[in-house]
DNA sequence: GTCTATAGTCGGATAGAC
DNA sequence: GTCTATCCGACTATAGAC
């Protein structure tokens, strides 16, 4: 006697994430159904519940996931000691890391909202990690005297949020290619924090 | 006979826009349901639908409205001739407006994605109204040899969301006063779109 | 591991009384 | 303008067969 559908291949769990990334992404995570995700996938919806406990749970992990990768990507790159290579490093390695998941990174600053408190503060606590290591180089380059930076928390939330702005609109094929879309940040940044030779007008 | 319960003040319309404002930005427009923005406003679910054909509809009015609004205050303020000048007021603008109604704000780049198709390029009109007025700054700036800016459209969405990210961090009663970080975001926007006297590492 | 079937709940929207 | 009552559909999660 056969099976009559479904997967069977082993491999549904990963593609139970991906269904869910995309159409979190795409519609909410509220307006998601369970049922969806299974239809996605080509399970019936019953069968979802041998992957997760519940669809808060599947919220939760893809965020924890998501913020583990991005942990565990920079861990990978060994920081330059000079601030501002440090800087160049992170604004370029921010820009792509992000580029690249455009999906989760979505659902990572969307649906923070429709986490119970508890999760919420795992997630916050894995995305101040990231931004410490944004302010450490902050700090460093101020003791050095190569930046001009008198709010290091304040630069970090403005250059991350100035960072990952490029998802909004960025697509790829248009008029630049994304190393060219990663100089002009890098120029902005730089300039935004170095220390400057003169004052201006203001 | 009396009335059983119910408003009746001949003031719902507002409440029913207030309500369902911190209700959408709080759980999001597809996990907020009209019962519950009913029970906040103090009617019953059928009344709601005195004010608004339907939920989609209030959504859409109440961006709209939000948008209509931006321009509008945009518009009563006089635009410095100098593009320094004209930069640095839209800058305070920007965060000033934006800090006065974090839940509108919260909800216009939150439930874009919840609007009909239709819905969706009116917004996205007025959005990109709003964005034109800085890209045309950053161009004067640009031909008066003010600024030194590659790609005006570029520049304009960093700096728009540098400015827009405030509202995740900031908090009246914290260590620094809203003027003090319009002060300090004022001074990086400035220093990153400036003719710079000379050039960097990097 | 997946299916079918179903429980119990909640949703948007409408009809008609007052 | 608001109420009560209701239609009808959709939802999460579970139970038990295969």
């Given amino acids: 006697m ?12 990963p593609k139970v994430r991906e269904a869910a990334i995309r159409l979190f992404a795409e519609n909410g995570y509220a307006a998601v159904s369970m049922r ?3 239809t996605e996938v080509g399970v019936q919806a019953g069968a979802l519940y041998n992957y997760t406990p519940d669809k808060q749970t599947l919220l939760f992990d893809l965020l924890k996931g998501h913020m583990e990768e991005l942990l565990g990507a920079r861990a990978e790159t060994p920081a330059p000691d000079d601030p501002a290579r440090a800087l160049e490093q992170f604004t370029r390695f921010h820009i792509r890391f992000h580029h690249e998941r455009p999906e989760a990174v979505f659902i990572s600053y969307m649906e923070l909202r429709n986490l119970t408190p508890e999760n919420f503060e795992v997630i916050e606590g894995l995305r101040r990690q990231y931004e410490d290591q944004l302010e450490d180089i902050l700090r460093r380059g101020v003791a050095s005297g190569a930046f001009d930076v008198t709010e290091p928390k304040i630069a970090t939330m403005a250059v991350i949020a100035m960072l990952t702005g490029v998802n909004t609109w960025f697509r790829e094929g248009g008029r630049l290619s994304l190393p060219e879309v990663e100089e002009i940040y890098w120029q902005m940044v730089r300039k935004a924090v170095m220390a400057s030779v003169g004052s201006n007008q203001g």
């Fill in 2 to 13: 056969a099976r009559t559908q479904g997967s069977h291949s082993g491999i549904t769990g």
């Fill in 36 to 38: 969806k995700i299974a």
